[in-house]
């Protein structure tokens, strides 16, 4: 299995995810061109996928959702409240070949080829925000953003991953002097907002393990945080903690990253 992030901020978010002789598309927050693009550049048609998976109904995760399912003829997989909430609506069948919504139960495991994806629910101030694992020949990637706090079924989803992608998203000291009007910062602050570096590296310690070889900060803010924070962060959790940190390595708005592989 192998992992490449499209992009991940406040601008749009999209993981590709390979394995098992199938592709996903994690979240599609950008336009259905601009999707297509991002895949093309990391080698992958957008006709090749297999499934669309959507944690929450909010744009920079679900913007290109619906035209992409329809145009590419890819099926979305998400809850039933997020699909009514975020109107993808217009991409199940009509007759003319856009592909159904595939519900998604937290809790109940669903396969795509040789992948198992399953799904867990994360505190954000959405009408069902979801984050996932996904496993395949006896690797795990999770994969949880949007988040305010780190409640126990995110801590027991996330543990003992060989590769992790956690929300880091801001930096509490620039998020309070920074631009943003009070009602935001409050909104981010809260424990249905986003995690912050010094609360994301303490959730990526406990849920680490020796098998966790490589993480993916990722929603990093780009007013609100700087890659050399979010990183600094992480290790010094792990060597407070007597601990070697995995891999670490920043997401990226701008551009597609590497592969990761698992």
């Known amino acids: ?24 598309l994690l979240d599609a927050g950008f336009s259905c061109r601009e999707l297509a693009a991002r895949l093309r550049a990391v080698g992958v048609e957008p006709h090749r996928l297999d499934g669309v998976l959507v944690t929450h109904e909010h744009a920079d995760h679900v913007r290109g959702a619906a035209l992409f399912s329809k145009t590419y003829r890819v099926p979305l997989h998400c809850t039933a409240a997020t699909f009514r909430a975020a109107g993808l609506a217009r991409a199940a069948p009509n007759g003319h070949g856009a592909h159904a919504h595939l519900s998604v139960e937290p809790g109940a495991p669903f396969a795509v080829g040789g992948m198992t994806v399953a799904a ?31 409640p126990e079924p995110v801590r027991r989803a996330l543990r003992d991953c060989d590769l992790l992608m956690l929300e ?6 620039m998020l309070r002097e920074g631009p943003y009007p009070q ?12 995690l912050d570096n010094e609360t994301a590296a303490a959730l990526l310690c406990d849920v680490a393990t020796e098998r966790t070889r490589r993480v993916i900060l990722a929603h ?4 609100n945080n700087r890659p050399d924070l979010a990183l600094g962060a992480a290790r010094r959790e792990f060597e407070r903690r007597g601990r070697r940190a995995p891999d670490l390595h920043p997401a990226g708005q701008a551009a597609p990253s590497p592969w990761f592989e698992v």
């Open 1 to 24: 299995m192998r992992v490449a992030v499209l992009g991940s901020g406040s601008a749009g978010n999209a993981t590709c995810i390979e394995g098992g002789g199938a592709r996903l």
């Open 120 to 150: 867990f629910p994360v505190p954000h101030d959405a009408v069902e925000t979801v984050g996932y694992t996904v496993s395949c020949a006896g690797k795990n990637f999770g994969y949880a953003t949007d988040l305010g706090h780190d």
């Open 168 to 173: 880091s998203n801001h930096d509490l000291d």
């Open 183 to 194: 009602v935001v910062k409050q909104r981010v602050l809260g424990r249905h907002g986003h």
């Open 220 to 223: 990093l803010s780009r007013t």
